[in-house]
């Protein structure tokens, strides 16, 4: 985190990252001092409205974030960044996207939690497109032109009023992380309880074991215990009402839906109550670590791993056997997952696999078989992108 008094003074000359985050309702000027040198701009947590149009003189601007700020329109300066790649405007007050605020070079686009209700055609007519999270605005349509798209690998549209599935996305040739969730054309009937709802003063939340968008997870101890339940289970607790893949209530349900798999994370019970939303599940064993971590701004979709980490042939042939009959599993119950990861993995010394993170998962059975089998096809994709990235690690090419 950098101030404006240090960009001021002169302090900042030559840096490539800047953050900013002091209540701004304006634009400070004196980041265009940072021409020669900024690539990465970070403006969330303001009250900023508009960008100057001075912007596009920042050439190797390549980032540019403003999440949390009150921004109705997309700023068509955007458009006018040369070299700018990557777009986070997540929970504004966006109404309209207009035609030219999306630059050419454009890889990652971030319009999360806004109400924007449609898109400009130019989003299909950026060749380099490969990241698109559009969840909980108020879409009821898409741009036909996405259908050019070849490029586009992951796409969020979950938590929209989206009335038909948008099929011009289902044959893309590269898309293979795909949540599209609380839409009404993917809305469900079903009500799942394959576990019992217990209420949220049957435990006590400990340790906190990680968080992502939908939710923080902790250990928890009983105040009530059931009968045949664990002494130590984990808790999701949900947060807010939409995250960056969607609602909270689609996760649990598609989470439901899937059941019993020995790989898979295991439900025990749910806490649905007024603003409290959670999944009781086994406390996974503390020799389980990550698989890998998640994509960073070059690799965009793609997995990362420690640096120095490897794997055998052997432990990668063992990984992706459980990860295939998970696939399977998923889709015998007409779930896409959406976010098949190997940061969404865990693994033991033995290659022994758990795997979890429900929160771009969707609930599909209600979508023509056609429609499905292109689904499954999308997730297919994914399956074979996690077994390329694993092969980047082995130790005995």
């Known amino acids: 985190m950098h101030t404006l008094t240090q960009l001021i003074s002169g302090e900042l000359k030559g840096i490539s990252r800047l953050k900013l985050a002091e209540q701004l309702n304006e634009f400070p000027m004196e980041i265009l001092t940072l021409a020669d040198s900024l ?12 960008l100057p149009s001075e912007l596009a003189q920042l050439k190797k601007l390549k980032i540019i974030f403003a999440s949390n700020n009150l921004f109705t329109v997309l700023p ?21 996207v207009p035609a030219n605020s999306l630059p050419e070079k454009l890889r990652w686009l971030i319009l999360t939690d806004n109400v924007i209700e449609t898109l400009p055609d130019t989003l299909g007519e950026r060749p380099r497109l490969q990241k698109l999270a559009l969840a909980g605005n108020k879409l009821t349509k898409l741009p036909l032109t996405l259908a050019k798209a070849n490029n586009l690998e992951l796409v969020r549209i979950s938590a929209n009023n989206l009335t038909e599935c948008p099929e011009q996305l289902l044959n893309l040739p590269k898309l293979a992380w795909f949540a599209f969730s609380g839409n009404p054309f993917s809305r469900s009937t079903l009500n799942v309880a394959t576990v ?37 289970v984990a808790v999701k607790v949900f947060k807010g009402k ?8 689609d996760e649990l349900q598609a989470c439901l839906k899937v059941g019993h798999h020995q790989n898979l994370v ?13 999944l009781i599940m086994n406390l996974i064993p503390s020799n389980f670590k990550n698989l890998g971590l998640p994509p960073n701004f070059q690799t965009c979709t793609r997995d990362t791993f420690p640096e120095g980490f490897t794997l055998s042939a052997a432990q990668i042939e063992k990984i992706v056997q459980q990860m295939e009959s998970v696939f399977e599993h998923l889709h015998a119950n007409k779930v896409c997952h959406g976010d098949l990861y190997a940061h969404n993995t865990l693994f033991d010394a033995q ?9 771009a998962a969707t609930m599909y059975h209600m979508l023509t078989p056609t429609q499905q089998a292109l689904i499954e096809k999308i997730e297919r994709r994914a399956l074979a992108y996690f077994i390329e990235d694993l092969f980047s690690v082995c130790n005995n090419k």
């Open 39 to 50: 690539e990465i701009l970070d403006l969330s947590d303001n009250q900023l409205t508009t």
């Open 76 to 96: 068509e300066v955007l458009g006018q960044c040369e070299n700018l790649e990557m777009i986070g405007f997540k929970s504004n007050q966006i109404h309209h």
């Open 196 to 232: 019992p709802s217990l209420p949220s003063s049957s435990f006590n939340l400990q340790n906190v074991l990680g968080q992502g968008a939908s939710g923080v997870i902790s250990s928890a101890t009983w105040t009530d215990k059931p009968v045949n339940f664990p002494d130590e």
């Open 242 to 249: 939409v995250t960056s893949d969607g609602y909270p209530e």
């Open 266 to 278: 295991r439900s025990l019970a749910q806490v649905n109550e007024d603003d409290y939303l959670a």
């Open 351 to 359: 290659a022994n696999i758990i795997f979890g993170d429900f929160g």
